[in-house]
């Protein structure tokens, strides 16, 4: 196989990509952080670069006070006559949404919404005639009514301009009964149309399977017994591979000519593969055609090699598109320009337990990595955090000559105290794996180890179990995000580096 896998390390769920000439474009879900919706490019399938985000300004997402597990869910990029389009449903906010632009990188529209339509997962194709399709999952997350059963997978026609459906949903192929059937796309290939959806559940028994019909609107059947392939035609479950909870697909043409599908899936790690740290992550494999019918090979783990490296000094005007924020913009809570060569941010009471902590983030994308900064908490309180949400999440911070790391886990919280010079210091997390000699200590993804200071200064205050902060505890829909955080007063940031390796 000579794609790597994962593709896109670290919380970078629900991927969508499109190839327009040469060039491909890829999307992922958010969920409540923000800028929203990042967007990658890549000539070969191989090598990716963030080149912006859709959502990168007030307005465009209601997720200021989405709850968790709400906002940006399932992106699908497409592109026809000049315009790039990403339909992804708000969740629990603006509910379905339309975004477009003349380029990928941005910016892009503020986003229409499709009128009276509650669902989520949405894909995007024209017809022979033009015709708009939108086909989606029927889940309701955003009327504020019961949601009642799941609706199975839903279409309508739409005019792209307004957001006003021209039909009345119906019903299409829902899968072959496994729970949850969701992220519909579809293709035009020969002589059919091909439906590609996810079901099984977003745990273990994820998978892909497809059915196929003679135009976009169907019906659809899959072929059982009549040819066809044996669904799911994609799935890790009751497997040992190292990548589980594949689906999520989405199919593109390979620069060679060949296809590929590319998914969504999980590293589990520890002794019987129980904790996934980073959560779902976006992973690629080889895809066929074979009497008409889709068919796919496992998704199997081919980590890239070497050391990856990100550090920064904080000297440029704005900070990359990969720094996030919680239901907010890294620029609305911290500053480049208030103490220049530092990234500074004036805390206003709130903690990590807060929906709305003063937090800018960084993604872990590596199992083993390292994270440290040099902090001036002035005669404020901050520090350096790995979080999973609001009830998960273990920190080290300074403030008043005193150094405190923590660990919070669904309202149980322990913590561990070291005096500490006033001033300048150093806090790192390091993620390794476990050292104990026990099957039970080897059950674990891995250990946190949270320190202060560096060099021969530098002291570890805590070593904690890494399963808490895992998609299998947290449940939460992300992934692990290391942040620079303030509680009190202005605290200042310097040198942040950021190391891993798979």
Request: glycine share 16%.
């Given at each position: 196989m000579s794609y790597p896998n994962p593709l896109i390390s670290g919380f970078y769920p629900d991927p969508s990509v499109v190839k327009v000439g040469d060039e491909y474009y890829l999307a992922t879900s958010t969920f409540e952080y923000l800028p929203g919706i990042p967007i990658f490019h890549s000539r070969d399938l191989v090598t990716w670069t963030q080149i912006g985000n859709v959502v990168d300004r007030p307005g465009q997402l209601h997720s200021e006070n989405v709850p968790t597990l709400g906002g940006a869910w399932a992106p699908t990029i497409r592109f026809r006559d000049g315009v790039f389009y990403v339909v992804v449903t708000?969740?629990?906010?603006?509910?379905?949404?339309?975004?477009?632009?003349?380029?990928?990188?941005?910016?892009?529209?503020?986003?229409?919404?499709?009128?009276?339509?509650?669902?989520?997962?949405?894909?995007?194709?024209?017809?022979?005639?033009?015709?708009?399709?939108i086909t989606y999952s029927g889940l309701d997350t955003t009327s504020g009514n019961d949601p009642g059963e799941h609706g199975g997978i839903l279409q309508i026609t739409v005019d792209l301009e307004t957001g006003i459906p021209t039909s009345?949903?119906?019903?299409?192929?829902?899968?072959?009964?496994?729970?949850?059937?969701?992220?519909?796309?579809?293709?035009?290939?020969?002589?059919?149309?091909?439906?590609?959806?996810?079901?099984?559940?977003?745990?273990?028994?994820?998978?892909?399977?497809?059915a196929r019909g003679d135009s976009p609107a169907g019906p659809f059947a899959d072929g059982a017994g009549q040819g066809g392939p044996t669904n799911p035609i994609l799935s890790a479950r009751s497997t040992g591979r190292e990548i589980q909870n594949t689906g999520h697909g989405d199919l593109v043409e390979t620069p060679d000519g060949g296809w590929a599908l590319i998914?969504?899936?999980?590293?589990?790690?520890?002794?019987?593969?129980?904790?996934?740290?980073?959560?779902?992550?976006?992973?690629?494999?080889?895809?066929?055609w074979e009497n008409d019918w889709l068919v796919a090979e496992p998704v199997l783990l081919n980590p890239r090699a070497g050391m990856t490296v990100f550090e920064t000094d904080f000297d440029e005007t704005e900070l990359s598109p990969e720094w996030i924020a919680i239901r907010r913009f890294p620029a609305e809570v911290s500053s480049l320009s208030e103490r220049p060569g530092w990234l500074t941010l004036s805390g206003d009471g709130s903690t990590l337990d807060d929906q709305r902590p003063h937090l800018v983030g960084w993604r872990q994308q590596h199992p083993w990595a390292t994270a440290s900064v040099v902090i001036d908490p002035g005669?404020?309180?901050?520090?350096?955090?790995?979080?999973?949400?609001?009830?998960?999440?273990?920190?080290?911070?300074?403030?008043?000559?005193?150094a405190t790391a923590r660990a919070s886990v669904?309202?149980?919280?322990?913590?561990?105290?070291?005096?500490?010079?006033?001033?300048?210091?150093?806090?790192?997390?390091?993620?390794?794996?476990?050292?104990?000699?026990?099957?039970?200590?080897?059950?674990?993804?891995?250990?946190?180890?949270?320190?202060?200071?560096?060099?021969d200064d530098r002291v570890e205050l805590a070593r904690v179990d890494g399963r808490y902060l895992s998609q299998e505890t947290a449940a939460s829909f992300t992934g692990r995000v290391i942040g620079l955080y303030a509680v009190d007063g202005m605290v200042a940031f310097d040198s942040f580096r950021y190391t891993g390796n798979d």
């Open positions: 708000d969740a629990m906010a603006r509910g379905m949404l339309i975004f477009t632009t003349g380029s990928p990188s941005g910016p892009w529209s503020d986003g229409i919404v499709v009128e009276g339509i509650h669902g989520i997962d949405p894909d995007l194709a024209w017809g022979d005639d033009g015709t708009a399709y009345e949903p119906r019903q299409l192929w829902s899968g072959t009964g496994l729970k949850f059937p969701e992220a519909p796309h579809l293709y035009q290939h020969g002589d059919y149309w091909y439906l590609l959806i996810a079901e099984g559940g977003t745990e273990r028994g994820h998978g892909i399977s497809v998914m969504l899936g999980m590293r589990p790690g520890g002794m019987t593969q129980a904790f996934s740290a980073l959560g779902r992550e976006t992973f690629i494999t080889e895809a066929r005669t404020g309180l901050g520090g350096l955090s790995v979080r999973y949400d609001e009830d998960h999440h273990y920190e080290i911070e300074v403030g008043d000559g005193q669904a309202g149980i919280r322990q913590s561990w105290t070291a005096p500490v010079p006033s001033g300048v210091t150093t806090l790192g997390i390091d993620f390794v794996p476990s050292d104990g000699e026990s099957i039970l200590a080897n059950l674990t993804s891995d250990i946190v180890v949270l320190s202060v200071g560096s060099g």
